[in-house]
């Protein structure tokens, strides 16, 4: 009891200031041996479970970098004499293009190719 109560007091102080991980990190314990520790000792006294604080470590970058997107176009068969591609999804989720929008595909001199959407009327 006197262990649980000890372990409570200790726990009541650093929630004021830190969330559950943080507080586990202080303590040197782990998150799941924490929240057991903590619901055997509020059950045996009978006391209600400490309100920890709403933070998040937030890291501290310079500048946010664009994450690049690397995939491959890859090959999904031929009808024919024509041929069909997977194009990744995530190109038309970053270009904001819906399922059954219009979208218009053009050659651009030898090697490169245009996805478009043409402008609404």
Known sequence: ??????????????????????????????VYTLRARLLRATINLGE????????????????AKKRK??????????????????????IFEELGWNKGDKVLIRRSGKNKIIIEKPASK
């Open 48 to 63: 209600i479970p400490p309100q920890f604080a709403k933070t998040r470590v937030v890291k501290k970058v310079a500048k």
């Open 1 to 30: 009891m006197k262990r649980d109560a000890e372990f409570l007091k200790k726990v009541r102080e650093l929630a004021v200031e830190k969330n559950m991980s943080a507080t586990a990190k202080v303590l040197k314990i782990p």
């Open 69 to 90: 997107l690397i995939d491959t176009v890859r090959a999904a068969g031929k009808a024919g004499s024509s041929k069909r591609v997977i194009i990744p999804q995530y």
